[in-house]
């Protein structure tokens, strides 16, 4: 091979290789509840700044992260039915129904009555309207109550229903 060859093989597979990453970066953006959930379990959220704020104070922020890193609608309290009577709210919606956000906090579910009422809630969510597998739960809180039980047993009745599980440790 001439050099003139090897300089324009070096430049196509480096030109290659930069399409490969940029396709992959677009991937990564979209609105897919995997993508989603990835990006909601690597986010840092410290166990101090939980501790003085509400579930619906982290909805909000988790939200807001949301916005920025895939650049679509996100909002929070989302009505599932649009009735005046029926007032069951998602935390958060992604892209006009694309994917349904639910947030819980570990603590809260050690409750066995606040873990029937999840579950029924989840069912109603993907029954009325994330039925795609687009919902996803997202538990917060403490690295040792990751492996509790009870979330475990949650996260298979999940899976069973193709509801989508992510445990976002605090630290």
Do not use: C
């Not at 005046?84 to 349904?100: F, L, M, N, S």
């Amino acid at each position: 091979m001439a050099p003139f060859d090897y300089i324009l093989l070096f430049g196509l597979s480096s030109a290659s290789a930069y399409w490969l990453m940029v396709w992959n970066k677009y991937q990564s953006l979209k609105v897919h509840p995997q993508n989603i959930g990835q990006y909601l379990q690597n986010l840092k959220i410290r166990q101090d700044w939980l501790d003085e704020h509400s579930e619906n104070e982290l909805s909000m922020l988790l939200a807001q992260q949301l916005r920025k890193r895939f650049g679509q609608p996100v909002n929070t309290q989302v009505r599932i039915q649009a009735t005046q009577t029926d007032k069951t709210r998602i935390d958060i919606d992604v892209a006009e129904g694309k994917v349904g956000i639910e947030v819980k906090l570990s603590k809260s579910l050690q409750s066995a009555n606040e873990r029937n009422r999840l579950l029924g809630q989840v069912e109603l969510y993907k029954e009325k309207k994330y039925n795609q597998q687009n919902l996803i739960l997202v538990v917060v809180g403490k690295r040792h109550l990751a492996e509790n039980h009870f979330l475990q047993d949650i996260k298979a009745l999940l899976n069973k229903k193709k509801i989508n599980f992510v445990y976002l440790q605090t630290i």
